[in-house]
C-alpha cells in the first residue's frame, strides 16, 4: 500500500511538474509570441505588390493578402544575398524577377514575398516556408549557403552539432517552447562569447562535416514541404568572392605573414621564371596553414599566369577559412546533388558567374564583399532565375500559351533607369560600409557608379572629393568641388554638411575648407598646428599605429596608457598647452582629427578619480594599424568653448 502511495505521488509530481512548465510556456508565449514568418512581413512603400523581412523591425508586419484571385505569389529564401543587403529588397534579385514577370503577365498581377534575411541559414528557410505554405505560395526560390556554418545557425551550436536526437530535440523546442527560445537566446548573447562573424573554437574541419548532411536534410525538407502541395521550387547555388577577399578575416596578416610575403617578392623577382614558379610552389607547402600568406601567393601566381594553381588554392583557402560564412564547394555541390537527384530546376551562379569572371574565379567584378553581389550581378541571377521559370513553366495557374521564350530584358543601366528599388541611398550605404572597414578603392568604385546613374548627386561628388584628398590628389578634389558647386546651391551644400556624423567629423572639416577655397591635406599635421588651428586646445596626442582597443589617460601634463586588446600602440606622443586637471564647472572633450576607429570619452576629471580625463580608443575589426590625432579642449559645463 505505501509502495503504490509512493508512486502516485510521485506521477502526481511529475504530472503537475509538466502542467506547470506548460502553463509557463503558454504564459511566456502570450508575453513573447512566436510570430511566423509572413506575419512579420512589411510592405514595400515602392510597390505594394511586393513583400519582405524589415531588418530593422522585425515586429512589424503587413497584413499578406492577394491582390486578386489571378495573382501570382513568388516566394524567396535565403540568407543577407536574398534580403538583397545592402540595397534591400528591390536592389536583390527578387526585384529583377518581378518586374521581369510584371512585364510578361501584367503589372500589379505578380507579388513577391522576400524572406532573406541577413544572418539566415536553409534551417530558417524550412522554418519559415513551413509558416508560409498556408498563405498559397506559387513559387518558392532557394538561394543559401553562405551561413550554414555560423555558430547561430548550428542547431545547437556546440551540442546538439554532434547529435542527431539532440539536433531534432532543438528543432522541435525551437518551434514549440517559449521558454527555450527565450533561454536559448540569452545563452547566444550574453553567455556564448565567440562572435559569429569571426573565427571560433571548434574543430572547424570536423564542426563543417556535421553541418553538411543537415543541409542536404534541409533541402529534401524544402522539396518535400512543395510537391505535397503541388509548389514547383527552384534551387540555386550561391556565388562567392574568392579572388579579391582575403579568408580569416578576423585575422590580420601578421608581421610573420609580411615578412614572409616580402622576403617571397624578393626572390621571385630576382629569379628566373621556371625558378620563379617553384619558390612560389614551395611556399605553399612550407605555410600550408598560414591562410593569409597563402592568399597573397595565389596573387603572385595569378600575376605569372598560373592561373589553375591560383584558382585551386583560392578555392581551397574559401573551404578552409576560419571565419566560415562564404558557401563552401559541399555546399553548393550538395545542392547540385540534391537537384539533380530530385529533379529540381537548377540555376549554378557560381558556374555562371566563373564563366563570366577573369580566368574563371569570380571576385569584385561580380562581389560587393566575400559574398553579397553587385547591384549587376543580382540582375543577372534574377535575369537566369526568370528564365528558368519560362523554360519549365513553372507557375502552375498559368497554361503553356502564357510562357514561351522569354523576352530580352535589356541592359542592367536600362533595368536601373526603371527601377525604382537602384536609387542613390542604396549605392551609397555601399560606398560607405567599403569606406568605413578601409577599402577606399571600393568605396570610389560605388560613388563613380552613382555619378555614372545619377550625374547631379552632390553627396557622391563630395564623398569622391575627400576620396580624392585622401589619395593625395589635391588638385582633383578641388576641380571635383568646383564642378558640382557651379551647379548646386549653397543651401544643398549646407543641407549636406548637416548630415555629416559626428564620427565624420575629420571628413566635414576637409570637406569644409575645400569648398572655402583652401588647400587641405589628408594626413597627420603637427601637433603645434592643431593647437593653433582648434581654441581652447589643452593638450595633443597622437599615435603612429593603434589597432586594438585602449584607454588613454590624461593626468597634469602626463598622457599613459592601458592596453586592452588585440596589439598594443606604438609611437605615441603628446603636446600640452596646459595641465588636465579638475577644475569645478569646466569640462573635456575630445576631438577625434584623425583616425579610423572611434574615440569615447569615459570619465571626466574629477575630485574622486584625481583628475583624470580618460578616454577609450577602439580601432575597430580592420586589417592592420592606423594613424591618429587627437585634440583635447576645454569647454564650460554649460557646452561653450
Not at 97 to 104: A, F, N, T, V
Not at 351 to 360: K, Q
Not at 400 to 413: A, I, L
Amino acid at each position: 500500500m505505501r509502495r503504490e502511495r509512493t508512486l502516485l505521488f510521485r506521477s502526481l509530481a511529475v504530472v503537475s511538474a509538466l502542467a506547470l512548465m506548460i502553463l509557463c510556456d503558454a504564459f511566456v508565449a502570450l508575453l513573447y509570441p512566436r510570430p511566423l514568418g509572413p506575419e512579420r512581413l512589411t510592405r514595400s512603400v515602392h510597390d505594394t505588390n511586393a513583400y519582405y523581412l524589415d531588418r530593422s523591425d522585425l515586429s512589424r508586419h503587413d497584413v499578406l493578402e492577394r491582390s486578386s484571385e489571378e495573382s501570382i505569389r513568388v516566394f524567396a529564401f535565403g540568407g543577407s544575398s536574398t534580403w538583397g543587403l545592402p540595397f534591400g529588397h528591390h536592389g536583390s534579385f527578387t526585384g529583377t524577377i518581378k518586374q521581369i514577370l510584371d512585364d510578361r503577365f501584367g503589372s500589379g498581377r505578380v507579388e513577391v514575398v522576400n524572406q532573406g534575411l541577413p544572418g539566415y541559414a536553409l534551417q530558417d528557410a524550412v522554418n519559415l516556408l513551413e509558416d508560409s505554405l498556408a498563405y498559397g505560395p506559387d513559387l518558392v526560390i532557394i538561394y543559401s549557403g553562405h551561413n550554414e556554418y555560423l555558430l547561430h545557425n548550428a542547431t545547437t551550436r556546440e551540442v546538439a552539432t554532434e547529435h542527431p536526437l539532440a539536433w531534432k530535440a532543438r528543432q522541435w523546442a525551437e518551434k514549440h517552447s517559449s521558454i527555450f527560445r527565450l533561454a536559448d537566446g540569452f545563452y547566444r548573447e550574453h553567455i556564448r562569447e565567440t562572435e559569429v562573424y569571426v573565427d571560433f573554437d571548434l574543430d572547424v574541419e570536423r564542426y563543417k562535416k556535421l553541418v553538411l548532411p543537415r543541409f542536404r536534410e534541409n533541402l529534401r525538407r524544402i522539396v518535400e514541404m512543395c510537391r505535397t502541395r503541388d509548389i514547383p521550387v527552384i534551387f540555386s547555388t550561391v556565388i562567392a568572392n574568392d579572388r579579391d577577399w582575403q579568408p580569416a578575416t578576423s585575422l590580420p596578416p601578421t608581421e610573420d605573414t609580411k615578412r614572409r610575403l616580402a622576403e617571397l617578392r624578393v626572390r621571385t623577382l630576382a629569379s628566373e621564371p621556371a625558378r620563379r614558379m617553384q619558390i612560389v610552389r614551395q611556399a605553399r607547402v612550407d605555410h600550408h596553414d598560414d591562410l593569409p600568406y597563402l592568399f597573397h601567393v595565389a596573387q603572385i601566381l595569378l600575376e605569372q599566369d598560373d592561373v589553375e594553381t591560383a584558382k585551386e588554392i583560392l578555392r581551397d583557402l574559401r573551404n578552409r577559412d576560419t571565419a566560415p560564412y562564404r558557401v563552401t564547394e559541399a555546399i553548393n555541390d550538395t545542392t547540385r546533388e540534391v537537384a539533380e537527384a530530385l529533379d529540381v530546376p537548377l540555376f549554378d551562379a557560381e558556374r555562371h558567374f566563373e564563366a563570366l569572371s577573369p580566368d574563371g574565379i569570380i571576385g569584385n567584378d561580380f562581389m560587393l564583399d566575400s559574398c553579397h553581389p553587385t547591384p549587376e550581378a543580382h540582375f543577372q541571377i534574377g535575369v537566369e532565375l526568370s528564365r528558368i521559370v519560362f523554360e519549365n513553366r513553372l507557375i502552375p495557374s498559368l497554361g503553356p500559351e502564357d510562357f514561351g521564350p522569354m523576352e530580352d530584358v535589356g541592359t542592367f543601366e536600362n533595368y536601373v533607369h526603371r527601377s525604382l528599388g537602384f536609387d542613390p541611398h542604396a549605392y551609397e550605404e555601399t560606398a560607405g560600409y567599403f569606406y568605413e572597414i578601409g577599402l577606399l578603392e571600393r568605396s570610389a568604385f560605388f560613388y563613380e557608379r552613382i555619378l555614372a546613374y545619377f550625374p547631379e548627386d552632390l553627396r557622391a561628388s563630395a564623398w569622391l572629393a575627400i576620396l580624392d584628398l585622401k589619395a593625395g590628389n589635391l588638385d582633383q578634389a578641388k576641380s571635383r568641388v568646383a564642378r558640382v558647386s557651379a551647379a548646386a546651391d549653397p543651401a544643398q551644400w549646407s543641407q549636406l554638411l548637416n548630415v555629416f556624423t559626428d564620427a565624420q567629423a575629420i571628413e566635414k572639416d576637409l570637406l569644409q575648407r575645400l569648398l572655402a577655397g583652401e588647400d587641405p591635406t589628408w594626413g597627420p599635421q603637427s601637433l603645434s598646428s592643431l593647437v593653433a588651428r582648434y581654441s581652447n586646445a589643452v593638450a595633443v596626442w597622437e599615435a603612429e599605429a593603434v589597432d586594438g582597443v585602449d584607454e588613454l589617460v590624461f593626468e597634469q601634463t602626463h598622457a599613459s596608457l592601458h592596453h586592452l586588446e588585440f596589439q598594443p600602440v606604438t609611437g605615441a606622443r603628446a603636446l600640452f598647452v596646459e595641465p588636465v586637471d579638475y577644475v569645478p564647472g569646466e569640462v573635456y572633450e575630445a576631438i577625434k582629427v584623425l583616425g579610423r576607429g572611434s574615440v569615447s570619452l569615459l570619465e571626466q576629471p574629477s575630485a574622486d578619480n584625481g583628475g583624470q580625463l580618460r578616454l577609450r580608443l577602439d580601432d575597430g575589426r580592420y586589417a592592420g594599424s592606423d594613424y591618429y590625432q587627437i585634440v583635447i579642449v576645454k569647454t564650460s559645463a554649460s557646452g561653450s568653448r
